[in-house]
């Protein structure tokens, strides 16, 4: 079973930046996905970034030219690093692993972006 342990978040002020850390342990497919999604209170949860495993990377609209999703498959990490922050950035920050086989989230780290 794939866990994932998320590190990183914390307060905020805007304009500032921060750095999620995801750590995977666990037998992981080489064919997989891995991202961050975030949720706000009263709001669903949403994705932020992928990375496919072939390359490929998403992002949100809202955090387009801001984010930065990447992944080293040798150390079995994943990290969002976060720029130019915004109030509306305040969310819990959840790292998920998806392949065929199955899905599997991390508990998630607080991020608030506030003055």
């Known amino acids: 079973q794939v866990q994932l342990v998320e590190s990183g978040g914390g307060l905020v002020q805007p304009g500032g930046s921060l750095r999620l850390s995801c750590e995977v342990s666990g037998s992981i497919f080489s064919i997989n996905v891995m991202g961050w999604y975030r949720q706000a209170p009263g709001k669903q949860r949403e994705l932020v970034a992928a990375?496919?495993?072939?390359?490929?990377?998403n992002y949100s609209d809202a955090v387009k030219g801001r984010f930065t999703i990447s992944r080293d498959d040798a150390k079995k990490t994943v990290d969002l690093q976060m720029n130019s922050l915004k109030p509306e950035d305040t969310a819990v920050y959840y790292c998920?692993?998806?392949?065929?086989?199955?899905?599997?989230w991390g508990r998630g780290t607080q991020v608030t972006v506030s003055s």
């Open positions: 990375s496919i495993s072939d390359g490929t990377t």
């Open positions: 998920n692993y998806y392949s065929n086989y199955g899905s599997s």
